[in-house]
């Protein structure tokens, strides 16, 4: 996923533009600086996200918000407890080591440090659908320490722990219907559909298109 040219990331970017949109989401990856300068020369605004981690999902995790419309807390740690296991283990959201924790905020902080100074950076995402989702909450606190004049999405489209910018949606498999939020934030639909375009050639697995 890494653009052939500096050509490659003006194209894309300009294509957007031609194709109607005025934002991009950069989707749990970061990308060259010049990615984000052509951005800011060309007018695109970015949303941008964390990478994720964590292990396999845990099937609850994953299905609950998507078909229940069931939300699980995510601040229940594991006491104190961080080992390698934790990482490949199938947790609930929430039940990691403090360790992990320290991780991901010292590469959190990295990520504001070395993107906050593009202007077309408008939201931070810190976590996408429960991958790895834990402590939204103070993951929201740090950011905003970081960067006060940005807006977050704090869990994109899953596990609402009620305490971003905006309710977040990601909607597939059905008909879409808006809602106002109960606590008076902005409603987001951050992904729908999963409409795709397969092209000879540019596929990975032409059998399964």
Not at 15 to 43: A, Q, V
Request: charged fraction near 25%.
């Amino acid at each position: 996923y890494t653009a052939p040219s500096d050509e490659a990331l003006i194209y894309d970017i300009t294509l957007m533009k031609l194709l109607g949109f005025n934002m991009l989401r950069k989707h749990i990856k970061i990308e060259p600086m010049r990615w984000y300068y052509h951005c800011d020369r060309l007018g695109m605004l970015v949303w941008q996200d964390m990478p994720s981690g964590g292990g396999q999902y845990n099937l609850l995790t994953i299905s609950a918000p998507l078909i229940t419309g069931v939300h699980l807390k995510d601040s229940h740690y594991t006491p104190d407890v961080f080992t390698q296991e934790l990482l490949s283990e199938d947790l609930a959201p929430g039940q990691r080591g403090k360790g992990l924790w320290d991780d991901v905020r010292a590469e959190l902080e990295e990520l504001v440090a070395q993107l906050q100074n593009c202007p077309c950076i408008v939201l931070w995402v810190p976590f996408n659908e429960g991958w790895g989702q834990f402590d939204a909450k103070n993951a929201v606190r740090l950011i905003r320490r970081l960067d006060p004049t940005r807006l977050i999405d704090h869990a994109s489209g899953w596990h609402d722990q009620g305490v971003s910018d905006v309710k977040s949606l990601h909607v597939y498999f059905k008909p879409y219907r808006f809602k106002p939020d109960k606590k008076g934030r902005a409603v987001v639909l951050s992904e729908f559909g999963g409409y795709n375009l397969p092209v000879a050639g540019h596929t990975w697995n032409a059998k399964d298109v």
